[in-house]
């Protein structure tokens, strides 16, 4: 029996999962296969720039997916033992780790939290996501994330000084676009508005 190693096995399933999703207009972002106890659980992400994914779409694809990786005749399965099938759309705040998902996610907004102050946007900010190249992250229409007017003494019912509240109207002066070093950013996150609400389809246990 040939075991496949997890590389090769995530590689093979997104390959299976990509000839679904491309012909009902949806990108793979990504496809994890962990282990719950006895049981794996394989999730699988799907995305849109055209429309949202519903959980009619995550289903559609949950049962598609399911039928190419169950074992034909005396064939190998590719996942071996029980396993759970899921597949949904991208959590609303997903941190952004993989170059897949960088290049799926390119012109959606997206916050940024750096490891030191870049320019006057601060250490933490948004922009719209361009492009991620030699390890340096292209961004434009930047935007501070600026604390509120006395929002230590008054809490979170303060409300921005009238400069802040200018500037969040509108790109930051001077950082229309940006490249920062990949390594220089402590997280970047997609931003809540600009994402639709989260679907997830579950199969049933898969028995090999």
């Known amino acids: 029996m040939i075991r496949r190693n997890p590389e090769e096995l995530i590689l093979e399933v997104t390959g299976l999962a990509e000839k679904i999703a491309a012909p009902l207009g949806f990108q793979v972002v990504d496809v994890r296969l962990t282990q719950q106890g006895r049981r794996k659980s394989l999730e699988v992400t799907i995305f849109s720039h055209t429309k949202p994914v519903g959980l009619s779409d995550c289903e559609t694809l949950s049962r598609q997916l399911g039928e190419l990786l169950e074992p034909q005749d005396s064939q190998t399965p590719i996942i071996e033992g029980p396993y759970v099938l899921e597949v949904q759309s991208p959590g609303i705040e997903r941190e952004l780790k993989t170059a897949r998902e960088f290049l799926v996610f390119a012109g959606h907004k997206v916050f940024i939290r750096s490891k030191d102050r870049v320019q006057d946007l601060g250490s933490e900010f948004t922009g719209t996501l361009e492009a991620l190249h030699d390890g340096k992250l292209h961004l434009k229409d930047l935007k501070p994330v600026l604390q509120k007017s006395g929002q ?42 600009d994402m639709p609400k989260m679907h997830i389809a579950e199969a049933e246990d898969k028995e090999s």
Request: charged content about 25%; overall charge positive.
């Open 152 to 193: 230590h003494k008054a809490g979170h019912n303060a409300k921005p000084s009238k400069k802040a509240a200018e500037l969040q109207k509108s790109a930051f002066p001077g950082c229309g676009q940006l490249t920062l070093e990949l390594k220089k950013i402590a997280l970047i996150r997609l931003q809540p508005e």
